[in-house]
Nanobody
Framework: QGRLAESGGGLVQPGGSLTLGCSAS????????MSWYRQIGDGERELVAT????????DYAESVQGRFTISRDNEQKVTYLQMNDLKPEDTAVYYC????????????WGQGTQVTVSA
């Protein structure tokens, strides 16, 4: 059974930076595409960034393009989200998702980490 554990959330001032980490276990990491989502209150989860299983393809939500960078370390089984120039509207719970790229669809989610951008 795959497990994901996020880390790195916290309180930061507008214009500041944070790096989130997502550690994976119990799965063949290189067969999963990794993504970061965020959710504000009871709203829908919004896809923030995604990276292919080999790391060669990345995509971002328009709202974070140029400010956030997704990366992964396939040896350490960790996915990162570097967030720069943070804005109050980036405040949300951030979730890591792993989606299997072949065969039967399999998704794993982390428990989420709170990011608060406030002066």
């Amino acid at each position: 059974q795959g497990r994901l554990a996020e880390s790195g959330g916290g309180l930061v001032q507008p214009g500041g930076s944070l790096t989130l980490g997502c550690s994976a276990s119990g799965l063949i990491f290189t067969t999963f595409r990794m993504s970061w989502y965020r959710q504000i209150g009871d709203g829908e989860r919004e896809l923030v960034a995604t990276i292919s299983n080999a790391g060669g393809y990345k995509d971002y939500a328009e709202s974070v393009q140029g400010r956030f960078t997704i990366s992964r370390d396939n040896e350490q089984k960790v996915t990162y989200l570097q967030m720069n120039d943070l804005k109050p509207e980036d405040t949300a719970v951030y979730y890591c998702q792993a989606r299997k790229v072949t065969g039967m669809r399999v998704d794993y989610w982390g428990q989420g980490t709170q990011v608060t951008v406030s002066a």
